[in-house]
């Protein structure tokens, strides 16, 4: 059960407070040191309750949510509240997101790779899609307030994970963890946008200057259907019933104004909307190792290597609009409609390449990394 309004905004109001200290300058490591992400993870953990491990801790119910975006069009919301004011049209805002290793290898030309990469105004840089067709529901407090008590890694997963935050180990049953997952899709902060309009290939070399890989097929299937209890393996992420609700899967297409025309990455930028929600605004979207949004909101990429040796893009979950090509894996293809299975294991087949050479962009494609325990 939700709290009150009035003390829920003012829940919110406190964990911003400490984000907002937490993060003077989030792309400033200090010398030396790992990666840092802006901190707000760590501030909501440390302004809630302890809990014992991220896989135990309590998930609230989705009706906050899904009384969020009922919500959202209320005339008498604080600016703080708008859901708008976290999509970002200028560089430094978007490149404030994240942070990479200080200092980047030598001869890496980071901040050059990241100026070309990163931007607004087209899908040749990657950002949180077109503005001012994109339609958001849930507010960056209202997201805070639904995670509020969440502890999204404990001292012992950040040391497992190289010292990186918003991190967790992924193992099979009885075996030692080999990777950690990012626990949010890129930026990989709690309660901001994913980043949209990016290529494989581009995606690879972001997660890299992080410290970081794209994850594997394999490891994100695991950090979907595993239990880190040694639990049978599921279905979705969170349970084993197809439930539109649990996750920002449920927004429909049908009759958005512009129709959405993807001939094109130039056309799409210009009629299709990004109707993302920031991350961790569906706290029922998220598996047992406390991974988020593995269904919906963003489709994914990732690695697969195949049995020729070489290394290819994957492309895998799916996206807001979900709900439009939603059928479970029991059920059968319909004709003239193309709808897929958007289970843990669905071994999906779009957009192939090798990784090398990987330039499929989308406004509802993004990614999230790992690491390599070591």
Request: aromatic share 8%; proline share 9%; hydrophobic share 35%.
């Amino acid at each position: 059960m939700p709290p009150p309004r009035s003390a829920a905004r003012a829940l919110a109001a406190a964990h911003l407070v400490a984000i907002a200290t937490a993060c003077s300058d989030p792309r400033d490591p200090g010398p030396g040191g790992p990666a840092t992400s802006s901190g707000s993870a760590q501030a909501i953990a440390d302004a809630a309750p302890p809990i014992a491990s991220a896989s135990s801790a309590p998930v609230p119910a989705a009706t906050a949510i899904a009384q969020a975006i009922a919500d959202a069009g209320d005339a008498g919301e604080a600016a703080g509240d708008d859901p708008m004011a976290r999509h970002f049209e200028d560089l430094d805002a978007i490149l404030g997101l994240f942070s990479i290793k200080r200092p980047p290898k030598p001869g890496a030309n980071a901040d050059m790779f990241l100026q070309k990469t990163f931007g607004y105004g087209g899908p040749w840089k990657s950002n949180q899609g077109n503005r001012d067709l994109s339609h958001h529901a849930v507010s960056r407090a209202r997201c805070v307030e639904g995670l509020a008590g969440i502890v999204f890694q404990t001292e012992d997963q950040r040391a497992a994970c190289g010292g990186l935050p918003n991190m967790v180990p992924i193992y099979k049953p009885g075996k030692k963890p080999k990777a950690c997952i990012d626990v949010f899709e890129f930026p990989n902060e709690p309660c901001e946008l994913p980043m949209v309009w990016i290529a494989p290939t581009q995606a690879r070399r972001v997660c890299e200057l992080q410290g970081k890989r794209l994850c594997s097929q394999e490891e994100w299937t695991l950090a979907c259907r595993g239990d880190p209890d040694g639990g049978a393996d599921r279905k979705y992420a969170y349970g084993d019933d197809l439930d539109l609700a649990a996750c920002n899967t449920n927004k429909s297409a049908k009759g958005q104004k512009p129709g959405c025309d993807d001939d094109s990455s130039k056309t799409a930028w210009k009629t299709c909307q990004s109707n993302t929600e920031p991350a961790g605004a569906f706290p029922q979207c998220r598996s047992r190792f406390g991974v988020y949004d593995q269904h919906g909101n963003v489709a994914e990429i990732m690695t697969r290597l195949d049995p020729d040796g070489h290394t290819y893009s994957q492309l895998k979950g799916s996206a807001f609009f979900y709900a439009d090509v939603a059928r479970r894996p029991e059920e059968r293809q319909k004709e003239g409609r193309e709808t897929y299975p958007d289970h843990c294991a669905y071994d999906a087949r779009w957009h192939v390449e090798p990784i090398e050479n990987a330039w499929h962009v989308n406004y509802h494609l993004g990614f999230r990394c790992c690491r390599t325990v070591k």
